[in-house]
């Protein structure tokens, strides 16, 4: 006959106390997945535009990619004179855009929209970069967002430019729900002046000292762009644009984000 061993007597003030730790860490594990689900609601959405047809080729706004090292370096090294004089960059522009600035620079950015701060966009043309389209959120879930670019002087036309400001303006108005759209330029910068003013930037004021111009830090011209703004500015940019290429003006109306892959 099998010999049954006693059962410990339960211990009913345990089971009420494990009882309640469970409580508590299930409560902990729901309220970190709500966390999790707001904090990836917040996030901006990492996406592709194109490729976009136009007279001279092909444009293309995407992350950058590993492959993309040779071409980057190249376009920051012609452009150093157009581009220096508004970056905080050290004395040797070269180190600062070799291919291990360029590692640094694709996984800084990576890091930032992985945490939903930021967006970095590289502006192909042809398959070659031509520039760099930036938005920067001023936290997770905030309503505004600053613009930063850089293009490539060499680039004789204007429709890239045009094509990767309004496909990514509509993406942070119409995608993100973003209110407002910040711009700065330095006082001295008469070409991104020209370029915000197209848009329908509106001029708030200087700020005194706020960042690099010229090797030191300069006046810069605070800009804004409301909803009202755009709505109001982008028939006539898309206009502009079917003037100069009808066919990107097609292309524009028909573009719609997709998800990169991962390289």
Known sequence: MQQQHPQPARDST?????????????IRLGRGRVRSLRAARQRPIVVSYGPMRYQHGHIEL???????????CEAQIANQEAISPWWAASSDWRHDHDNIAF???????AHKARQGLAANFAVIVNGAVRGELTTILSGKGATEAEIVLWMDRRLTDKQPIL??????I????????????????????????RIMYFLNFKEEGVLRDFRPANGALG???????????????????FAHIAKLDPEL?????????RTPSRD
């Open 14 to 26: 345990s089971a009420l106390r494990i009882g309640r730790d469970h409580a508590r860490y299930l």
């Open 103 to 109: 590692v640094h620079h694709r996984r800084m950015w």
């Open 170 to 193: 509509d993406h942070l108005f119409f995608v993100l729900d973003i209110r407002r759209i910040a711009g700065y330029q330095s006082v001295d910068n008469m070409n991104g002046r």
């Open 249 to 257: 003006a097609a292309e524009l109306g028909r573009v719609t984000p």
């Open 219 to 237: 006046d810069y011209a605070a800009r804004s762009l409301l909803v009202a703004d755009w709505l109001e500015a982008r028939p006539k940019v």
């Open 62 to 72: 995407r992350p950058l990619r590993p492959g993309d090292a040779a071409s980057w």
């Open 163 to 168: 094509a990767a400001l309004t496909v990514v």
